[in-house]
C-alpha cells in the first residue's frame, strides 16, 4: 500500500471511530463554477440582513486562502437526527438541532482529536479544521467529495441518511485520493418548495436566506417582517419544514450521540410553559445549546410573533 493509501485509509478509519457517519474527500481547489451563484446570491439579497455573507469572498471559493499550501479537503457528517420528534401541532417548535448541546462544542471537540490522530500517526501536517466556523463552503465540498448532491432546499443530501447532519471539514496540506462526486437525485420532486410556506425557494436549488423562518427566528435581529405573520406555523428557533418533508429522509436513523439529547423538562414544555418562560428557566434549559444563539430576548420575540 502507498503512503497516499495507507493516509486515505487513515483519515477515514479515524473519521469512523470518532463517530462521523460519513467521510469524503475532495482535491483543495479554487470553486470557479460556485463563484458566479453567489455573487449572483448576494447581489440579490438573499443573504438578507447577514452582512458578513458578503466578507472574505475569496476565502469562500479558494481553501487555499484559509490554509496555505492546502491539498485536501476532507468533508465529514455526524447524524443529528432525534429519537424523538419534539415538533408538535400545537405547540411551539425548534429545530431538531438545537435540541441538546451546542453542535460546534460537541463536534470541534472531534476535530482537534481528529487533528491530533494525524499528528501522531502521519506527522506534521498543516491544516485548519471547521465545523460552520468560518468562511467554508461546506456542501459544495461534501458534493464535491461524493457524500451526497445539493437538494432543491439547498441542503445537502445523502441517499443512505437523507438530510439530518451536520457538516464539518478539515482542510489540510496531505496528498490523499480523492471521491468522486455523485449525480442528483432529486429528480421531478419539488415537496420542500411546495411545503415552505414563506416561499423561501423561489427556484429549485436556490434558498432566499432573507425569507426563511430560521433566518427570520436566529439571524434576524431586528423585527421580524409583517408579511410573515400567519406563516411561521409556530417555529420559535429554526425551521425543519423543507427537510420533514423530503422523501430521502425517510431514511433518517436515530443518532448515538448522547450530548444531543434534550434537556429532559424540555419534551414536556407546553405552549403556556413557553409563553411564560423566565430567563432563569431559558438559562438553566439552554444553558448549552444552540438557542442560547437568539439570547432569551430574541426566543420571547420569536414566541410573541407566532402566537398572535
Known sequence: MSPIEKHTAFIKDTAKSLGFDFCGIAKAEYLQEEAPRVENWLNQNMHGAMGYMENHFDMRLDPTKLVPGAKSVVSLLY?????????????????KYAYGKDYHFVIKDK??????????????VGGRVFVDSAPVLERVWAQKSGLGWIGKNSLLLNKQKGSFFFIAELIIDLDLIYDSPLGDFCGTCTKCIDACPTDAIPVPYVVDGSKCISYYTIELKDSI??????????????????QDVCPWNRFSTPHTEPAFSPHPDMPEMSKSDWTELTHEVFQEIFRKSAIKRTKYSGLMRNIDFVKK
Open 111 to 124: 476535530l482537534k482529536d481528529f487533528m491530533h490522530a494525524i499528528h501522531e500517526n502521519i506527522g506534521e
Open 225 to 242: 417582517p409583517p408579511e410573515a405573520k400567519g406563516k411561521m406555523e409556530d417555529w420559535v428557533f429554526g425551521c425543519d419544514i423543507c
Open 79 to 95: 447524524n443529528y437526527y432525534p429519537e424523538q420528534d419534539l415538533a408538535k401541532d400545537d405547540n411551539f417548535k425548534i429545530a
